[in-house]
């Protein structure tokens, strides 16, 4: 599937990367208490991050307004992650766009999901190279670095 994308020099990398981690930061924060503004804000984190994926392995990133071409871009970078950006964008409209509130299942699928994208992003964006795309490589990682707080944490709403 070919779908509209946009060039992804560094700088535009390491900004999506940030604005993954924040959006996440802040979905936590207000979770428990406001869980669509959370779910909006984990979506959020999630395309940030799948941004960040892409423009660390590809060079691109998904521009268009097609989720399924995100999705199938994200995939060609990350083989399996793209499960966690759909769950998120399945989301998307109904807690942005219409007056149902979210579930506490979905609160809590939204969480997961966009706690396994932005860990993604950490890594893969970790070994990227400010010269161009990181090769794809497969790894097994034994799990996330750094501190604790630093961390997506698995918790849901």
Not at 66 to 72: G, L
Request: hydrophobic content about 40%; charged content about 25%.
């Amino acid at each position: 599937m070919k779908g509209r994308t946009r060039d992804c020099p560094e700088a535009v990398r390491q900004r999506r990367l940030t604005k993954a981690i924040e959006f996440y930061a802040a979905a936590v924060v207000v979770e428990d208490d406001m869980p669509n503004a959370s779910v909006d804000l984990f979506v959020d984190a999630g395309i940030a991050a799948a941004d960040a994926i892409c423009c660390s392995r590809l060079g691109v990133y998904a521009a268009g307004e097609n989720h399924n071409e995100a999705i199938s871009l994200l995939e060609q970078a990350e083989r399996g992650i793209e499960k966690h950006l759909r769950t998120l964008l399945n989301l998307k409209s109904k807690v942005a766009y219409t007056h149902q509130p979210v579930t506490a299942d979905e609160c809590k699928r939204a969480s997961r999901a966009a706690a396994a994208i932005v860990e993604a992003s950490r890594r893969i964006s970790a070994r990227a190279t400010p010269w161009g795309p990181e090769p794809h490589v497969e790894q097994n990682d034994s799990g996330p670095q750094g501190g604790a707080a630093d961390q997506p944490r698995e918790e849901g709403c």
